[in-house]
Nanobody, 121 residues
Framework: QVQLVESGGGLVQAGGSLRLSCAAS????????MGWYRQAPGKQRELVAT???????DYADSVKGRFTISRDNAKNTVYLQMNSLKPEDTAVYYC???????????????WGQGTQVTVSS
């Protein structure tokens, strides 16, 4: 069983910063890509940023230059530093990880429960 537990959401004024964390636990043979997605009311879930186990991060155009994703492989944790927040960043942010729990099943997608980020104008 795999769990992704997020923390760090909240209410912040426009221009402020927040840092999200997501820790993976359970049967973790290998964690491939980790990332963050978000879903605003009435909209589809969209990619925010992802980072592979080795290599460069990828960002949505809307957050480039403001958000930074990083991961600590020793702690099985991914972070999202969000600066210069805008009201349009308001959404539920979901952690995602591609994890291998068994060599016979291969990599699978896992999701956190989501954490609310609200940016006031």
């Amino acid at each position: 069983q795999v769990q992704l537990v997020e923390s760090g959401g909240g209410l912040v004024q426009a221009g402020g910063s927040l840092r999200l964390s997501c820790a993976a636990s359970g049967r973790l043979m290998s964690i491939r890509k980790m990332g963050w997605y978000r879903q605003a009311p009435g909209k589809q879930r969209e990619l925010v940023a992802t980072v592979p186990s080795g290599g460069s991060a990828d960002y949505a155009d809307s957050v480039k230059g403001r958000f930074t994703i990083s991961r600590d492989n020793a702690k099985n944790t991914v972070y999202l530093q969000m600066n210069s927040l805008k009201p349009e960043d308001t959404a539920v942010y979901y952690c995602n990880a591609v994890i291998i729990t068994s060599w016979s099943t291969g990599p699978r997608d896992y999701w956190g429960q989501g954490t609310q980020v609200t940016v006031s104008s």
